[in-house]
């Protein structure tokens, strides 16, 4: 079985250079995720896993308009 999201949480972070040349903020995303992972059988525990992930912007777009498809072919097939 496909392992079960329980929680999420999230945070932007701003990275800034200490060059003095480039002096730039870059705002990132962290997210963190925890997982329950699926035990093979009844006679398994099933594990919790935190996972934390790091997301330019454009990365976090990119997630962000894969999701929304996803949202818009669920609700497609829900109003059927």
Known sequence: SLPKLLDFD???DMK???DSVARMSVP????????QEQPGNIQQTAGVE???V???????DTMLDGL????D???SVANR
């Open 50 to 52: 935190n996972v934390s």
């Open 10 to 12: 999230w945070r932007v």
């Open 73 to 75: 072919q669920l609700a």
């Open 16 to 18: 800034t250079s200490s």
């Open 68 to 71: 929304g498809k996803i949202r």
């Open 54 to 60: 790091e997301l330019s912007k454009e990365t976090l």
């Open 28 to 35: 990132t995303c962290m997210l963190n995720l925890e997982i």
